[in-house]
């Protein structure tokens, strides 16, 4: 099984709006995150998109305007150099309780289930605490970018309740982290390494909350380094994720 890559939307690649992203001239490319989609696609890895639709569940996008705009998003990335390999998008409203809104990893196991993926060995960039959960749940090496609501919602008082991810300015940033991870990684010394990429961040010129507080741990968290034996066993653990909501 391959790692892969994820990336939250809005707030990551566009600016996030508060009024939503509801047509094509809503959709701002986050200045250089064009360009990191370039150099992540270089890795070799796909690259997902995963993202908290609630507008089209509220009606105000349908399913069909929401892959238009996608299938832009995924042209405009082509054009330079870049390649979203595809999204997968959680059309519900809060309120419904379904299993894919970040920050539960329903999205994140569907991708696995369906393309094969080591979730253990993938990435998630994301800008808010729920990008954080959602990553961490599933068990997916987290980076959280202070674009977008990334700046707000890490000074919030229930920011210091996460910890164990790795900080970024932007998604440029991040695909730097990424490249030398991997480059750690494909030399066979990720498993070693990647305890110490966390203590010491700034090596890698990321930044880190090296004096966060022991985060509240997502019960699935505990076992999500062991999600590699395939599809039965992450049905098996989400399950449990899902009791101990
Ligand atoms: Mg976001
Ligand atoms: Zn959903």
């Not at 990336?7 to 990551?12: Q, T």
């Not at 690649?13 to 250089?32: K, M, Q, S, T, Y």
């Not at 992540?40 to 105000?60: C, K």
Request: proline share 6%; charged share 20%.
């Amino acid at each position: 099984m391959q790692p892969a890559i994820f990336l939250d939307r809005d707030g990551v690649i566009n600016e996030n709006r508060v009024d939503h992203v509801l047509r094509w001239d809503d959709f701002a490319p986050i200045p250089g995150s064009l360009d990191a989609l370039r150099r992540l696609s270089r890795l070799g890895l796909p690259i997902f998109v995963v993202t908290n639709q609630a507008v089209v569940g509220r009606g105000a996008l349908t399913p069909a305007a929401l892959d238009e705009l996608h299938a832009r998003m995924g042209t405009l990335a082509a054009r330079h150099g870049g390649r979203i390999t595809h999204v997968y998008t959680c059309p519900h409203r809060p309120e419904e309780r379904c299993l894919c809104r970040k920050p539960r990893p329903g999205l994140f196991l569907r991708a696995a289930w369906e393309r094969g993926l080591d979730l253990a060995r993938s990435y998630y960039v994301g800008d808010a605490l729920s990008d954080i959960a959602a990553g961490q749940a599933a068990g997916c090496v987290t980076i959280a970018v202070q674009t977008g609501r990334g700046r707000t919602q890490l000074a919030l008082p229930e920011a210091r309740r996460y910890s164990g991810y790795h900080l970024a300015r932007d998604l440029a940033d991040a695909a730097r982290f990424i490249g030398r991870h991997r480059a750690l990684a494909t030399r066979g010394m990720g498993a070693r390494l990647a305890p110490a990429l966390l203590g010491a961040p700034a090596a890698l010129g990321v930044t880190d909350f090296g004096d966060m507080q022991p985060a509240t741990k997502v019960a699935w968290q505990t076992t999500a380094t062991e999600v590699t034996p395939g599809h039965c066993q992450q049905r098996h653990q989400y399950r449990q994720y899902r009791r101990g909501l």
